[in-house]
């Protein structure tokens, strides 16, 4: 990642809960300050509706159950963390956090969450300049953790931060775990069961074989590929839901929930008048620390 500039999948999925505010009924996640956050080439093309059809519907429209991802997954997660705060977990810590907007959002519901984003120093760096040049009102539960992970471990970057050991937490890691390597991804769930008490709970999304998806769906997935592969961040890991369950022992973890892409459509995206639908191949996992 180039110093300064924020991660190019950070900015797509922003744009696309903007653009979701402004096209797509009825809303999956709503998200009022993705609009702020948008990058101007971006927020042009999303607010210009004939630039919307040509180029996200039109030129990327192979991607359209790439929205249906990043939607899912984020309403997916906190209403995972909404149930954990109604159980006494009070840290919500979001791993590669890019442009996410829940402390702004919910600061009225749950200031007594404490909101830790964790994530590259540049990725950081942008958000916090574009926070700044709107001059919005600070939420005091809301810090900032920058952590470089070739350099430092997500242990010694808590440890310099406000987070608390000695309270359970909720984790969301959304969006990441397609780029990385098996090792990786290993040592991050590794990573996050020694910092989180038993109880701490986890979201993450993954990618299933393209074996184990039908024939008919296979291209949205093929469309993903190439175009993550186009822009510099290749996707390389994919796993069955058995292997994450067997992962998931491996690092202290039971799944306590494992949606495939037709639970999401069911739970999320049924009834709807436009052709938003969930990502086949994707799944999401809730753990649990065991």
């Known amino acids: 990642m180039e110093p300064r500039k924020a ?14 505010m402004l096209y797509d009924a009825p809303k999956v996640f709503e998200d009022a300050l993705a609009a702020k956050l948008t990058n101007v080439a971006w927020r042009f093309i999303c607010e210009n509706k004939i630039l919307y059809q040509v180029i996200v519907r039109g030129v990327l429209g192979s991607l359209r159950p790439v929205h249906g991802l990043i939607l899912g997954r984020s ?22 956090a890019g442009f996410d907007t829940y402390a702004f959002r919910r600061a009225s519901e749950f200031r007594n969450v ?37 350099m430092h471990s997500i242990q010694e970057a808590l440890a310099r931060s406000k987070f608390d ?3 359970r937490c909720f ?20 990573a996050i069961a020694h910092i989180g008490l038993q109880g701490s709970e986890l979201v993450f999304d993954y ?22 592969a ?29 949606l495939s892409s037709e639970d999401l459509e069911f739970r999320y995206f049924l009834s709807r008048t436009d052709d938003l639908t969930s990502m086949p191949g994707s799944r999401l996992v809730h753990l649990r620390k065991l």
Request: aromatic share 10%.
């Open 7 to 20: 991660s190019k999948t950070a900015e797509a999925a922003v744009a696309v809960r903007f653009s979701h």
């Open 75 to 96: 309403r997916y997660a906190e209403d995972k963390l909404e149930a954990a705060t109604r159980e006494g977990v009070s840290q919500y810590l979001i791993f590669g």
């Open 114 to 150: 404490a909101v830790l984003e964790i994530d590259h120093p540049a990725s950081q760096s942008m958000k916090r300049d574009r926070l700044a040049g709107l001059g919005m009102p600070w939420p005091e539960n809301l810090h900032f953790v920058p952590v470089d992970l070739e």
């Open 165 to 167: 050991f000695t309270r």
């Open 171 to 190: 984790v969301a890691w959304l969006g990441t775990t397609f780029y990385l390597s098996h090792g990786a991804i290993k040592e991050t769930l590794q």
């Open 207 to 228: 990618l299933v074989p393209e074996r184990l998806v039908p024939p008919s769906k296979r291209s949205a997935l093929a469309a993903t590929r190439r175009f993550a």
């Open 230 to 258: 186009h822009r510099g961040e290749p996707i390389l890991a994919t796993y069955s839901p058995d292997e994450i369950a067997f992962l998931a022992s491996l690092t202290g973890f039971m799944v306590s929930e494992d």
